[in-house]
């Protein structure tokens, strides 16, 4: 598979491309899962670069989620897989938040 099946540009890509990590993490694959780290890294810092309201409940989700990315990377970076996987079950929880409104 290509890592251009996992870009995510809506909500619900980012919900199936984590839900395509903790797969590939539980299987061991390290290099599709840190492609898809990377798609989804990329897509929620282009939601952070210039969000429409700063200190809003969605740029606020996309904090909390890249935090959860970042525990992913640094655990596949040890090899911990079962814990990224772990990481990334997280991630989809922050994602799937439902942002507080104003």
Same mark, same amino acid.
């Given at each position: 598979? !290509? !890592?251009?099946?996992? +870009?995510?540009? !809506?909500?619900?890509? %980012?919900? #199936?491309?984590?839900?395509?990590?903790? %797969?590939?993490?539980?299987? #061991?694959?390290?290099?599709?899962? *840190?492609?898809?780290?990377?798609?989804?890294?990329?897509?929620?810092?282009?939601?952070?670069? *210039?969000?429409?309201?700063?200190? #809003?409940?969605?740029?606020?989700?996309?904090?909390?989620?890249?935090? &959860?990315?970042?525990?992913?990377?640094?655990?596949?970076?040890?090899?911990?897989?079962? #814990?990224? *996987?772990?990481? *990334?079950?997280? &991630? &989809?929880?922050?994602?799937?938040?439902?942002?507080?409104? +104003?």
């Amino acid at each position: 598979m !290509s !890592s251009d099946q996992y +870009k995510p540009t !809506s909500s619900s890509d %980012v919900i #199936g491309s984590l839900r395509d990590l903790t %797969v590939h993490l539980h299987r #061991g694959n390290e290099a599709q899962a *840190a492609s898809i780290v990377t798609d989804i890294t990329r897509h929620l810092n282009q939601m952070l670069e *210039a969000p429409d309201d700063p200190d #809003g409940p969605e740029t606020q989700r996309a904090q909390q989620t890249m935090f &959860a990315i970042e525990e992913v990377r640094t655990l596949m970076s040890e090899r911990d897989y079962e #814990g990224a *996987a772990t990481a *990334a079950r997280d &991630a &989809a929880r922050e994602w799937r938040a439902q942002p507080a409104r +104003k």
